[in-house]
Nanobody, 124 residues
Framework: QMQLVESGGGLVRAGGSLRLSCAASERTFARSNMAWFRQAPGKEREFVAGIGWIGDYVDYADSVKGRFTISRDNDRNTLYLEMNILKPEDTAVYYC?????????????????WGQGTQVTVSS
C-alpha cells in the first residue's frame, strides 16, 4: 500500500506563509486523487483542498479559498499545499490523503490512504 509522508509544518505568525509537502512511496500516486485535510484540537477532521490525477479538478473549502493553493508533481510523487495569509484559525494538524478512485467529494470516507500529519501553528 502506498505510504504518505507530510512535511513543511511549523510555527508562523499571522499573515505569514508555509508550504506543505506530501511525499508518496509509489508511482500509483500519479493515478490517485489527492486531498489535504486538517484537524484542530477538539474538532473534527475537515476537508481543506482536493486535486485530481492530472490536476484537472481542484476544490477548496470556503475557509481557505483565495489563500491556499493545492498542486502536485507526478514526476516527483509529491503533493503540495501553498498556504498564504495564514490566520490563527488555520492552526491544526494537516494530513494528506489519497484514493485510487476518481473521487471529487470532500468526505473522509472517500479516501483510503492517509499520512501521519504535520503540525501547523499560527500565532496572532
Amino acid at each position: 500500500q502506498m505510504q504518505l509522508v507530510e512535511s513543511g509544518g511549523g510555527l508562523v505568525r499571522a499573515g505569514g506563509s508555509l508550504r506543505l509537502s506530501c511525499a508518496a512511496s509509489e508511482r500509483t500516486f500519479a493515478r490517485s486523487n489527492m486531498a489535504w485535510f486538517r484537524q484542530a484540537p477538539g474538532k473534527e477532521r475537515e476537508f481543506v483542498a482536493g486535486i485530481g490525477w492530472i490536476g484537472d479538478y481542484v476544490d477548496y473549502a470556503d475557509s481557505v479559498k483565495g489563500r491556499f493553493t493545492i498542486s502536485r508533481d507526478n514526476d516527483r510523487n509529491t503533493l503540495y499545499l501553498e498556504m498564504n495569509i495564514l490566520k490563527p484559525e488555520d492552526t491544526a494538524v494537516y494530513y494528506c490523503a489519497a484514493t485510487g478512485r476518481y473521487y471529487t467529494g470532500r468526505a473522509r470516507a472517500g479516501f483510503d490512504t492517509w499520512g501521519q500529519g504535520t503540525q501547523v501553528t499560527v500565532s496572532s
